[in-house]
């Protein structure tokens, strides 16, 4: 691993499309993979700048983001560019709060190193922030240390 290998910092947001159960049930099973689709599409572009960048479905309505050389402030700000373009998007959810699309996102941020870091720690604590973030109210980032980037933005 790269990141291991130069002592350099791998961040991971996670991301959670908000209400989606509401969504499939509201607009069908092939609405919801188009959202799904178009969503991934943004993101894919939104960060793909750099070799070693990486979107990828992690689940359900669930997409990560590998980010190496990224800390966490760094990590927030791009998470926080995708939940606002994703916003911007404005595609029609009556079941959501918003009453569009939003997305949550958790990040966290590591120096991997062999045999003191378990990729499943970075996991958990993006993990955790993410659903924070949901509990406190969705449409937002939050950092692995409870650090809140981004209040609800309709």
Known sequence: ???????????????????????NDIYGHAAGDECLRTISRLIGDLTA??????????????????????DVAHAVAIADNIRSAIRALEIEHSG?????????????ARVPSRGTS?????????????????????????????KLSSPTAT
Do not use: H, W
Not at 49 to 70: F, H, K, M, Q, S
Not at 96 to 108: H, N, Q
Not at 120 to 134: G, H, R, S, T, W
């Open 118 to 146: 378990d990729p499943a720690e970075l996991i958990l604590a993006a993990d955790k922030a993410l659903y924070e973030a949901k509990n406190k109210g969705r449409n937002r980032v939050l950092a692995s240390k409870g």
């Open 96 to 108: 959501s709060p918003a009453g569009f699309i939003t997305i949550s996102a958790g990040v966290d």
């Open 1 to 23: 691993m790269p990141s291991m290998r130069k002592q350099s910092r791998l961040a991971l947001v996670m991301m959670d499309v908000d209400c989606f159960k509401q969504y």
């Open 49 to 70: 700048r750099r070799p070693g960048d990486l979107a990828a479905r992690y689940g359900g309505e669930e997409i990560t983001v590998l980010l190496p050389n990224t």
